[in-house]
């Protein structure tokens, strides 16, 4: 398994897989090695740990003792009850004709229940943001008492006590705090806090009247969101294909780290390519470092198929950065909230950028909500552009209605205390190394090309039909869907990122699941 130097622990190989692993991908490190408050203690033999059966393994699934959570009456959505509905990054017209189609009702702890009684058990956490699990009591009971309290609050010339209080606890519990990151713009989604990243970082440069800094670098296959700027940085080419003619100008895009033929099979981060950073020095010599505002990437590219940075890559781009006075903005939307069995990529990593972007782990995905992270000094040079003469003068000319939402607030303070509680950044990382021997059980069944993971994220690539790109892995998600398990799919790569409290017993449905169906297809 690769892990950052820091954070390098034992490899427990569970006799689960054990037979279906090579030899010479089994790495046994000695000798112990602190993860937070998880310590991982080496054996001569990777299976010393896992000396309970499969039996027991099973048990502790939450799929063998979940039910569903309120009634169980069940019913059927027709075609014609979703003929209104546009929906989103869905293949409409295939979903709507479907015998079948995957409707969902309710949702506990790693389960969701469909109209007609199923039980699925959620591969993905939603769209990889439910990290804590689908509606716990305790932040499901601070939205009911929040909303029958102050159920809205302007966040223009207004305030409300639990925004105030959601930012600093984030500052204080969530961020490293020699990381300077301490001040929180709130938005209401992923998209919009990248947005708001990237209108921070022109307005920063204008501040200290460097105004020609007005070109972004993004990266192909990054994913930052479906507004015109997050489309303008992104690099999928499907996203941006009806709209090409009103991409923001000045934006250019660094390479794929991703190679392939290099990074088959990789555990976490791959040891080659991080001299592909330098591409960067490129960009810089070509249109000018006095030109570019931010640089912005994903430390993990999620939504194009789980693609862990090369070992040194994102150092390298912060020396970059820092070299040219570029700011450098990480999309955390999908590694933020202990994904990587921290609180952030940026501290997985030890990189620390000038802002972070995030949502969906930020209340848990039960109410919309986003917010951006940036150092202390930007904040400042935007106080600093107004006098302090007492006159209503705003700083910055940007925000959103549901900014702040009071409900958003409360659901995010009991989200920060659930992961707490329950310390959940914590069993990520203890988790993630039988969740990695999971996912690469998987090499050498038929049609997979490829298997990557890091923390809590991994992927599954499959060859494709030919001429017919993105239909095997739709078949697979269907597949598994039917058989009880929601993955996502993302072109012929199915990825997965289940809830952080996720058991051994549930990773062992998943990847029977994912397993047995790979070989029913053709």
Not at 509 to 522: F, G, P
Request: aromatic letters at 8%; one cysteine or more; charged letters at 20%.
């Amino acid at each position: 398994m690769t892990v950052p130097g820091h954070l390098r622990r034992s490899v427990v190989v569970s006799r689960r897989w054990r037979a279906s692993i090579a030899p010479e991908n089994i790495i046994v490190r000695v000798g112990a090695v602190r993860v937070g408050n998880a310590t991982a203690t080496a054996t001569t033999k990777a299976t010393a740990a896992f000396a309970h059966d499969r039996t027991r393994r099973s048990s502790s699934s939450s799929t063998a003792t979940a039910s569903p959570p309120t009634t169980t009456t069940t019913t059927t959505t027709t075609s014609d009850d979703m003929e209104a509905l546009w929906m989103p990054f869905t293949p409409n017209k295939l979903f709507k004709s479907s015998a079948r189609p995957r409707v969902l009702a309710r949702a506990k702890g790693m389960h969701y229940w469909t109209t007609d009684g199923r039980q699925i058990l959620d591969g993905t956490a939603g769209l990889w943001c439910t990290n804590a699990g689908h509606c716990p009591d305790p932040i499901v009971k601070a939205i009911q008492d929040q909303v029958a309290t102050l159920d809205y609050c302007p966040s223009f010339l207004f305030g409300h006590p639990k925004s105030f209080e959601y930012a600093n606890r984030l500052v204080s519990e969530l961020l490293v705090p020699d990381t300077k990151l301490n001040r929180v713009f709130f938005t209401m989604c992923g998209s919009t806090s990248v947005d708001t990243a990237m209108k921070i970082s022109l307005a920063y440069h204008v501040a200290r009247g460097d105004g020609t800094r007005y070109r972004f670098i993004g990266r192909e296959r990054g994913y930052h969101g479906v507004g015109f700027g997050g489309l303008s940085v992104g690099g999928i080419l499907n996203n941006r294909r009806a709209y090409a003619s009103c991409m923001i100008p000045g934006v250019d895009h660094l390479k794929s780290t991703y190679h392939r033929d290099r990074h088959a099979y990789t555990r976490g981060e791959p040891e080659w390519g991080g001299h592909l950073a330098e591409e960067l020095d490129s960009l810089v010599s070509l249109h000018g470092a006095s030109t570019i505002a931010a640089v912005i990437l994903e430390p993990v590219p999620g939504s194009t198929g789980v693609l862990p940075p090369p070992r040194g890559y994102l150092r390298r781009i912060r020396e970059i950065c820092d070299a040219h006075d570029i700011l450098l903005i990480f999309d955390e939307v999908i590694t933020g909230f202990g994904r990587l069995g921290r609180g952030t990529a940026s501290e997985y990593f030890d990189v620390v950028p000038d802002l972070i972007t995030c949502a969906k782990g930020l209340t848990n995905a039960m109410i919309p909500a986003g917010a951006v992270f940036c150092k202390g000094n930007i904040y400042d040079a935007l106080m600093n552009t107004t006098p302090d003469d007492g006159s209503p003068y705003i700083e910055l000319f940007h925000g959103y209605t549901y900014s702040c939402h009071p409900v958003a607030m409360a659901a995010g303070l009991a989200t920060l205390d659930y992961y707490r509680d329950q310390d959940l950044f914590d069993r990520a990382a203890r988790i993630s190394p039988y969740f990695e021997e999971g996912m690469h059980s998987l090499k050498g069944l038929p049609n997979v090309v490829d298997v990557r993971n890091i923390g809590l994220m991994g992927a599954v690539e499959l060859e494709p039909y030919p001429g017919s790109p993105g239909r095997r892995g739709h078949e697979l998600m269907e597949r598994c869907f039917e058989d009880g398990v929601m993955v996502r799919q993302t072109g012929d790569t199915i990825a997965l990122s289940p809830p952080l409290i996720v058991s051994e017993g549930d990773i062992d449905v998943i990847v029977d699941t994912i397993s047995r169906n790979l070989r029913k297809l053709r």
